[in-house]
């Protein structure tokens, strides 16, 4: 374990974070050190259960699992149920087995990631799929520790996509407030946001690379992928394939030659109420005169991405 990345990974599973999670903990590059959760996709509950249900059928049981936020730093969790690409109950479209003998953390989420990052020899890197709430909080309450963050790797935002409203993304706007704390910080960061992610598209043929793999994590995989193909496409937009937007932001921790076409650039994340209220602000025209402190990505080796996926399920059970 000694030449692998310190990482811990803060998330709201969701079917594509059940991806960035295999392709974190199958990877040999990667030591993932905890697994934090963040109310988002689903309510903490829900989100709590899908993270256990993912480590217990994929054979990973040596991973603190630790609850966070059950909502926004300031602004109300504005979500309903029904809600969202993710279906009832987060990851619609798999029957995990009803006995999972795996626990959550008696310690909270920012607890655990100031025990591992003040504990690691290395620094750490923080990958962030879903809200980020939980990172927002941990950076304003142990300032002393930012020195140890290697970087801080997220999907959110969005710079020309535009799938709602402009500069609009789910996990960037929902806690804004912890948003701006994550890119003021100064800790580097990279954000992978709409404009890669949803040039980084699976289609059916994948999901029979999936089940060729012949174990449970890629059968999983594969039936998850397939129900959230139908859910997205249906909720969202319909560009003959479908994202698998956080396991975007583990790849380039993994292998940053994945990464073909990113920019550092101004983001500005506007809290007042408005159209933009939550939005990345990317500027992309350098105009601002601000100091860059975002590295957007723009676009990524899907094949490379994709071959990283399937070799990272292919070393679970
Ligand atoms: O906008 C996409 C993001 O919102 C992803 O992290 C997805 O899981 C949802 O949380
Ligand atoms: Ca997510």
Redesign the pocket.
């Known amino acids: 374990m000694e030449d692998r990345i310190p990482v811990i990974i803060d998330c ?1 599973p ?1 079917h ?2 059940m991806v960035a999670l295999v392709l974190a903990l199958g990877s040999e590059k990667l030591d993932v050190k905890a697994i934090t959760n963040v109310a ?2 689903k309510v903490m509950e829900k989100v709590n259960r899908n993270t256990l249900n993912i480590l217990n059928y994929c054979g990973v049981d040596h991973v603190p699992v630790a609850a966070g936020a059950e909502r926004p730093i300031v602004r109300e969790y504005a979500r309903k149920d029904t809600d969202g690409c993710h279906g009832a109950t987060g990851l619609d479209g798999f029957d995990f087995p009803k006995e999972n003998p795996l626990r959550l953390s008696e310690k909270r989420a920012i607890e655990v990631m100031a025990d591992v990052v003040r504990n690691s020899e290395k620094k750490v890197t923080f990958i962030c ?2 809200p980020l709430t939980n990172m927002g909080l941990f950076l304003r309450a142990f300032p002393d520790l930012h020195e140890k963050i290697e970087r801080i790797s997220i ?1 959110g935002g969005t710079c020309h996509f535009i799938l709602t409203e402009p500069f609009m ?3 960037t706007y929902l806690d804004a407030e912890a948003t701006k704390i994550v890119f003021e910080s100064g800790i580097p960061l990279t954000m992978y946001g709409y404009d890669v992610t949803y040039s980084v598209l699976y289609h059916e043929d994948f999901l029979e690379k999936l089940e060729n793999i012949g174990n449970q994590t890629g059968d999983m995989m594969a039936k998850l992928l397939k129900e959230f193909m139908g859910l997205h496409n249906r909720v969202w937009i319909d560009l003959g394939g479908a994202p698998v ?2 396991a975007c932001a583990v790849s380039g921790v993994i292998d940053p030659s994945v990464i073909t076409k990113s920019e550092m650039m101004y983001v500005q994340i506007p809290l007042q109420s408005g159209p933009l209220s939550g939005a990345t602000v990317c500027d992309y025209a350098h105009r601002s005169g601000k100091p860059a402190n975002v590295e957007v990505v723009f676009a990524m080796d899907n094949e490379k991405f994709f071959d990283m996926v399937l070799k990272s399920a292919s070393n679970l059970k």
């Open positions: 709201d969701g594509d974070d988002g996709n799929t879903g999907m993304e789910f996990n937007h956080d």
